[in-house]
């Protein structure tokens, strides 16, 4: 720390000052009164790109997005009229441990009390769904908390946090001799605290003496960065490595000790039998979630497993299955510590090279070439992934949300190279994701953004089409069209035995007009020898693409979901799996 001198500058200026020590290059917003006072020094005094978005929802979205594949924390900014809208984004980042801080302009302090338009309590709002929720109440202590905002968001579990500015505080002027920052609060994992060495001993035992380990990455693997480790520790005792879908990636997919994913959303058949038939699981970085778990049924009865966990977040460690070996503390810096320790401390011999490749070829090929004959006018999905994956540059990023935009990505897609190159939002699962965080991708990386949505999502975040078509990034949206909610019908009609479900289906949209009108370069897919023409044009035009290909709905092609695959096996449907 060094001393900056004392100097008389207003909140607005403190603020903007304290976001560039920080290394603060983009900020994700929509304006309002509340926050002029702010813009104004904004123009004049910072080089901070602001991203203009159409909705704060779509702000906060792209805001987790970027923070993602950044590693740094993402600063998301609002006005008190639309404090409510980043909801959403907040709380997909918190629950998927991801830093955002966020920023939102509030009427003076006590005047909510005299009923003040936009009045709201901004700070008990997001307490539950951030690290910490505060609100600056003068100009001169602004260093201290955002110092403290980037400390708190970056160490250990990563989660956003809230900064509520009343209009006041953008104008008072204080004299500060404290703006520096903590340099490395800029980025996540701020910390690698190195789990109990005793508890590593104790997990080295367990993976020596396994007939059939498996390592599990959650996500927690990825915003650890700890792909070497992990690597390093599958290749030296041969233990094939699983990912849940937040989690892909995390090795590249085509290594041989690669499982690919698993669980109930995007696992295939021989990963899912894989982690059923071993003995002993090694959770690392991974909340065991249900998705992750297809309902914590996936590895059968844990009385007969042994499983071992590590994650840095303590609530996280045993929460739903019995553990051998417990341990507190950061992926990477922990694996690297258990591989020093096998390689200074341990005699192991050499394994017999286990190659997973041809396996998965196998099951991938099934799907790819099964031919299952589609509804009329719709195209198989399958196809769309298995061209995409043939074409795609290895500096691409794919976004997907919950449906069949990312079911069928999640499965088929491989990962060739690792790190964060496919984005979901599997923590809270929300519609209107995948378009937003492709544009808070496209700020964060050079490489081409695929973005998979559906008919259902799309409706959420049409009006920041015109925000893409203006950032002038190469981003091309995927639009899989079926006319209705299909994964509320498929759940429906699959699993809660109902004639019709209610309520799922909604009208025809011209998408392609639409998209025109925003000025994007369209095309239509209707027919799978067109799949990789179109794909590969859209990737090689610089701006903004719209492609649009109608699947069917997940009840009449079922995907990768083995309850349904289950109950498609028994009433004799067409499936993937």
């Not at 699962?429 to 490489?447: E, F, N, Q």
Request: some cysteine.
């Amino acid at each position: 720390m060094t001393d900056s001198g004392s100097v008389t500058m207003n909140g607005a200026q403190i603020i903007l000052k304290m976001l560039e020590l920080h290394g603060v290059k983009h900020v994700f917003g929509l304006p309002g009164e509340t926050t002029i006072g702010w813009y104004k020094e904004w123009r004049e005094n910072s080089d901070i790109d602001y991203v203009l978005t159409r909705d704060e929802r779509t702000a906060s979205y792209a805001a987790e997005s970027y923070a993602k594949i950044t590693g740094r924390p993402c600063v998301l900014e609002a006005p008190s009229p639309g404090v409510t809208h980043c909801t959403p984004g907040i709380t997909e980042a918190y629950l998927s441990s991801v830093p955002v801080i966020f920023f939102s302009s509030d009427i003076p302090v006590n005047q909510d009390k005299k009923h003040g338009l936009t009045g709201v309590d901004q700070t008990a709002l997001y307490d539950s769904i951030t690290k910490e929720s505060f609100v600056l109440t003068n100009a001169r202590d602004i260093p201290f908390m955002l110092r403290r905002a980037f400390r708190v968001a970056t160490s250990g579990r990563p989660a956003p946090v809230h900064i509520r500015v009343p209009i006041n505080v953008f104008h008072e002027e204080a004299e500060v001799d404290d703006l520096y920052a903590e340099s490395e609060y800029s980025q996540y994992p701020a910390h690698r605290p190195v789990a109990d060495h005793g508890k590593i001993r104790a997990a080295i035992d367990v993976l020596l003496s396994a007939s059939m380990p498996v390592i599990v990455c959650g996500q927690g693997a990825l915003i650890s960065r700890a792909t070497e480790a992990v690597l390093e520790l599958a290749e030296m005792l041969q233990i094939p490595v699983a990912t849940t879908t937040p989690g892909k990636g995390t090795i590249p997919e085509n290594h041989p000790l690669a499982l690919r994913v698993i669980g109930g959303r995007g696992g295939m058949e021989y990963s899912n039998q894989y982690v059923f038939d071993a003995d002993t699981i090694f959770f690392v970085g991974s909340n065991t979630d249900s998705a992750a778990t297809e309902h914590w049924k996936l590895y059968g009865d844990p009385k007969t497993k042994t499983f071992m966990h590590l994650d840095i977040a303590e609530a996280h460690v045993g929460n739903n299955f019995p553990l051998k070996v417990g341990m507190i503390g950061d992926a990477r810096a922990s694996l690297e510590y258990m591989v020093e320790l096998i390689k200074s401390e341990y005699s192991v011999t050499d394994r017999e090279p286990l190659d997973l490749n041809p396996v998965k070829r196998a099951a991938l090929d099934k799907v790819f070439f099964s031919n299952i004959p589609m509804p009329d006018g719709a195209i198989s999905p399958v196809k769309l992934s298995q061209a995409l994956d043939k074409i795609l540059p290895s500096n691409a990023i794919v976004t997907s949300e919950p449906g069949v935009s990312a079911i069928y990505p999640s499965a088929l897609l491989t990962i060739k190279e690792a790190g964060r190159r496919y984005i979901t939002n599997y923590s809270m699962g929300a519609l209107g994701y995948s378009v937003p965080a492709a544009l808070g991708a496209s700020y964060a990386t050079d490489g081409p953004i695929i973005s998979f949505t559906g008919d259902g999502s799309i409706g959420f975040v049409l009006g920041d089409l015109e925000t893409i078509k203006r950032s002038q990034k190469n981003v091309t949206i995927i639009l899989n069209r079926n006319d209705t909610f299909g994964w509320i019908r498929g759940e429906a009609l699959l699993l809660d035995d109902v004639d019709e479900p209610w309520s799922t289906d909604f009208g025809a949209v011209d998408y392609i007009k639409v998209a025109e009108g925003f000025g994007f370069s369209t095309a239509r897919i209707t027919s799978e020898d067109e799949i990789e023409a179109v794909l590969q044009a859209a990737i090689d035009n610089p701006g903004a693409n719209f492609i649009e290909i109608m699947v069917p709905s997940q009840d009449k092609i079922v995907p990768f979901v083995p309850s349904w695959v289950r109950a498609a096996k028994a009433r004799n449907l067409p499936y993937f799996y």
